[in-house]
């Protein structure tokens, strides 16, 4: 699949097939993929097969043979095809098309379709659309396999033709030379197998897909332009400075019978003239693909986006409809700095997810203000702490594939936090659309936060602003904070950062143990209502280089969160259903309010009492900037002393809990002293 012109994750050549895996995998929120136009074939096809006619029978001479309890070929008429829930697992729409389903009933070793009679001549090629991710088995380690035989008797004898090669990208077109004697009575035939191994190996796997068959004599010359670089819109790499150049390029399919060396390309922008040049040292062979770039780079002139046509040409090439792509090239006045936003679904049950308490602490600690961090918890104390986090779970549930999971930008499914380094090495670099910045105050318990976004280019439509709060070292004494944990004992590797060494930890990490970072507390709007942010936060027409501002809903915090140890995120994201952006967040930004009493003298800052009221016992948090014997004081509305307690400490964080169930209803004070001074603060208890 070609997204933003490289693949960061999707699918490997050979994808594992872990079925325990039961949570939906939605699509890609968006694929900049050029769709690859089909074969144009301007000579006599002795075959040709599209499925179009015969509905959801197999067409007349076609003929389906299984073993196994499969259902063996069948055709699908329009739409996508949901083999499993997962996004590599559904076959894109292609019009009808011939398909083998080993998920729905399973066993299919082999599979072989079978097509009518047609003549062989020399010079013919085999030209054939095909799905086909290659799945493999964990449990068993057994993997689907495709090819293509040819009999030229009538169908008494096969011949392997062809291997269907794994391609997680969608649909692919795919041309094979097809060397044997001329006959009057040759049949196709091609193959699918799960290659079951015993009687008791009955989980499927997946399937292939069959489409657009042809036995042709290919014209000797005949290219297309199936993809062009930049992608308009693609932050990747269609932004440019004014002043800077782009490189244009893209990909051709080669329809002809002979192996291309070389073609002219070239380009057109705005009312500009065409410029060209020959792309040589290529050896694209028949029916392939191949990569080129346009040999003069254009240099940006103007602000904002142009029209641009890229073109090619290959001598005797008689067919033009197929040789020219649209795309846009857009000057901007600076780079903002990028900063991807991660999302780590989570959750203590989750045995693997102890790797994402690693790589989120590695990304955020080695990458600290130019990335942001949020873990969103499903199925434990921390998921269920209100109908916000209850969303913001069930959002990221349609987007991953399985835990613990890694989205970026809200467009990519990274397929873990393993990958977090990969992705920002790749996403910092991209345009980021808008300077963004957010100021936050917490007074009161209430938080206020205004967001400024500058955009660096004009920006037309429905761009909006989402405001999420985390929490870091999140504590909790019930079972549900218990942390499960497959790393314990090291047969699954290392997995180590510098608080906690998983595999020196127990299976079941006891909730005493456990603090959790980056946890997602509250986001603006509720994203079950609207994923993409706050309607109206952002003016329709944006100017580069003008700021604009935004205040968001205040928010109360829970009297259970740790002020003084939350952050708020900003994204700035597209919402526009028509851009090749929609969905995704262009940019971040994530500060850190100051809450809290301090004393500086005294080495004493955030400190704060929760809950407030309090009934059975309350908690006071501090940071400590250096060792000290401290000594925590708890007076009445009179002054009486009602509890103290005096200890060494080290420097850092610091949780004292206070037993508060024999005081009266009332407001107390307590005081939290060092050798150097003191701060206090006030609660209450309520019975």
Same mark, same amino acid.
């Given at each position: 699949?070609?997204?933003?012109g490289?693949?960061?994750?999707?699918? @490997?050549?050979?994808?594992d097939l872990?079925?325990?895996? !039961?949570?939906?995998?939605?699509k890609l929120?968006?694929?900049?993929?050029?769709?690859?136009m089909g074969?144009?074939?301007n000579?006599?096809? +002795?075959m040709?097969?599209?499925?179009e006619?015969s /509905?959801t029978?197999?067409p007349?001479?076609?003929?389906d043979?299984h073993?196994g309890?499969?259902?063996?070929w +069948?055709?699908?008429?329009g739409g996508?095809?949901t083999?499993l829930?997962?996004a590599?697992?559904?076959i @894109?729409?292609?019009?009808?098309?011939a398909?083998?389903n080993?998920?729905?009933?399973h066993?299919?070793y082999p599979?072989?379709l079978s097509?009518?009679?047609?003549?062989?001549?020399s010079?013919m090629?085999?030209v &054939?659309?095909?799905?086909?991710?290659?799945?493999?088995?964990?449990?068993?380690?057994r993997?689907?396999?495709?090819?293509v035989e040819l009999?030229?008797?009538?169908g008494?004898?096969?011949s392997? $033709?062809d291997?269907v090669?794994?391609?997680?990208?969608?649909?692919?077109?795919k041309?094979v030379?097809?060397?044997?004697t001329a006959?009057?009575?040759c049949?196709?035939?091609?193959?699918y197998?799960?290659?079951?191994?015993?009687?008791?190996d009955?989980?499927?796997?997946i399937?292939?897909?069959i489409? *657009?068959?042809?036995?042709?004599?290919?014209?000797?010359?005949?290219?297309a332009?199936?993809?062009?670089?930049p992608?308009?819109g693609?932050?990747?790499?269609?932004f +440019?400075?004014?002043?800077g150049?782009v !490189? =244009?390029?893209?990909?051709?399919?080669?329809?002809?019978?002979t !192996?291309i060396?070389?073609?002219?390309?070239?380009?057109?922008?705005g009312?500009?003239?065409?410029?060209?040049?020959?792309?040589?040292?290529l050896?694209?062979?028949?029916?392939?693909s /191949?990569?080129f770039?346009c040999?003069?780079?254009y240099?940006?002139?103007?602000?904002?986006?142009?029209?641009?046509?890229i073109?090619v040409?290959?001598?005797?090439?008689?067919?033009?409809?197929?040789d020219?792509?649209?795309t846009?090239?857009s000057?901007v006045?600076?780079f903002?700095?990028?900063r991807?936003f991660?999302?780590? @679904?989570?959750?203590?049950?989750?045995?693997?997810?102890v790797?994402?308490?690693?790589y989120m602490?590695s990304?955020?600690?080695a990458?600290?203000?130019? $990335?942001?961090?949020?873990?969103v918890?499903?199925?434990?104390?921390?998921?269920?702490?209100?109908?916000?986090t209850?969303?913001?779970?069930n959002?990221m549930?349609?987007?991953i594939?399985?835990y613990?999971?890694?989205?970026?930008?809200?467009?990519f499914?990274?397929?873990?936090p +393993? *990958?977090?380094?990969?992705?920002?090495n790749a996403l910092?670099?991209?345009?980021? =659309?808008?300077d963004v910045?957010?100021t936050?105050t %917490?007074i009161g318990?209430v938080?206020?936060?205004?967001?400024?976004?500058?955009?660096?280019?004009n920006l037309?439509?429905?761009?909006?602003?989402?405001?999420?709060l985390?929490e870091?070292r999140?504590?909790g004494?019930?079972?549900?904070?218990?942390?499960?944990n &497959?790393?314990?004992g090291g047969?699954?590797?290392?997995?180590?950062?510098?608080?906690?060494?998983?595999?020196?930890?127990p299976?079941t990490?006891?909730?005493?143990q456990m603090?959790?970072?980056?946890? %997602?507390?509250?986001?603006v709007?509720?994203l079950?209502?609207?994923?993409?942010?706050v309607a109206?936060?952002?003016?329709?027409t944006?100017?580069?280089?003008?700021?604009?501002?935004?205040?968001?809903t205040p928010? !109360?915090?829970a009297s259970?969160?740790?002020?003084?140890?939350?952050?708020a995120?900003v994204l700035?994201?597209?919402?526009n259903t028509?851009?090749?952006? &929609?969905?995704m967040?262009l940019?971040?930004?994530e500060?850190?309010? %100051?809450v809290g009493v301090?004393n500086?003298?005294?080495?004493?800052k955030?400190?704060?009492?929760?809950p407030n @009221?309090?009934?059975?016992?309350a908690?006071v948090?501090?940071?400590?900037?250096?060792d000290a014997?401290?000594?925590?004081?708890?007076?009445?509305?009179?002054?009486?002393m009602?509890y103290?307690?005096?200890?060494?400490m080290?420097?850092?964080?610091q949780h004292?809990t206070?037993p508060?169930a024999n005081?009266?209803?009332?407001v107390?004070?307590?005081?939290?002293s060092?050798?150097?001074?003191?701060v206090?603060e006030?609660?209450?208890?309520v019975?």
């Open positions: 699949m070609f997204v933003f490289f693949s960061l994750h999707l699918f @490997p050549q050979t994808k872990n079925l325990s895996k !039961t949570k939906k995998m939605k929120l968006l694929c900049f993929a050029v769709a690859a074969v144009s074939v000579s006599y096809a +002795q040709s097969q599209d499925f006619a /509905g029978a197999l007349t001479g076609w003929a043979a073993v309890m499969g259902n063996g +069948q055709v699908h008429t996508d095809l083999i829930a997962s590599g697992a559904v @894109p729409s292609h019009t009808n098309f398909y083998v080993d998920q729905a009933a066993n299919n599979a072989k097509s009518g009679t047609f003549t062989l001549t010079g090629f085999l &054939y659309d095909y799905w086909f991710p290659q799945y493999r088995l964990t449990a068993t380690g993997r689907e396999t495709g090819w009999s030229t008797d009538g008494s004898t096969y392997t $033709v291997s090669v794994a391609f997680s990208g969608g649909w692919k077109t041309g030379a097809i060397t044997a006959s009057t009575n049949k196709l035939r091609f193959c197998s799960d290659n079951r191994i015993n009687a008791t009955t989980a499927g796997i399937g292939i897909g489409d *657009n068959i042809k036995v042709v004599v290919p014209p000797a010359s005949e290219i332009l199936t993809a062009v670089t992608i308009a693609n932050p990747a790499n269609d +440019q400075l004014v002043g150049t !490189t =244009f390029g893209g990909t051709v399919l080669n329809n002809g019978g !192996t060396t070389g073609f002219t390309a070239g380009y057109k922008v009312s500009g003239s065409f410029v060209s040049g020959a792309v040589t040292g050896s694209i062979a028949p029916f392939t /191949g990569t770039s040999t003069t780079p240099s940006v002139t103007t602000l904002g986006s142009q029209a641009t046509t073109f040409r290959a001598t005797g090439d008689a067919v033009f409809t197929n020219t792509l649209s846009a090239v000057g006045s600076s903002p700095t990028k991807p991660f999302e780590e @679904p989570t959750g203590t049950w989750c045995g693997w997810c790797r994402g308490i690693v602490d990304i955020w600690r990458k600290k203000g130019f $990335v942001s961090v949020v873990s918890h499903n199925s434990d104390p921390m998921q269920s702490e209100n109908a916000q209850a969303s913001y779970d959002l549930g349609t987007i594939s399985g613990p999971g890694l989205v970026a930008d809200r467009l499914d990274a397929g873990g +393993q *990958n977090a380094f990969t992705y920002f910092s670099t991209w345009y980021g =659309f808008a910045t957010l936050t %917490a318990g938080v206020n936060a205004t967001a400024k976004v500058t955009p660096t280019t037309s439509g429905d761009y909006r602003l989402e405001l999420i985390t870091d999140v504590h004494t019930a079972t549900g904070y218990d942390q499960h &497959y790393y314990n047969s699954a590797g290392a997995m180590q950062n510098t608080e906690y060494n998983f595999v020196t930890l299976g990490i006891p909730a005493a603090y959790y970072d980056f946890v %997602a507390r509250y986001t709007p509720d079950a209502s609207s994923p993409n942010g109206g936060s952002l003016p329709a944006m100017t580069s280089g003008t700021s604009y501002t935004y205040s968001f928010v !109360t915090l259970t969160w740790a002020s003084n140890k939350m952050r995120v700035l994201i597209d919402n028509a851009s090749t952006t &929609y969905g967040v940019n971040s930004f500060s850190k309010w %100051a301090e500086v003298a005294a080495g004493i955030g400190g704060r009492i929760f @009221p309090a009934t059975e016992e908690n948090v501090f940071d400590l900037e250096n014997n401290v000594a925590i004081t708890v007076y009445d509305a009179v002054g009486r009602m103290t307690s005096t200890q060494a080290s420097n850092g964080e004292v206070l508060v005081f009266a209803t009332g107390y004070n307590v005081v939290i060092t050798g150097n001074g003191s206090s006030r609660f209450s208890v019975r």
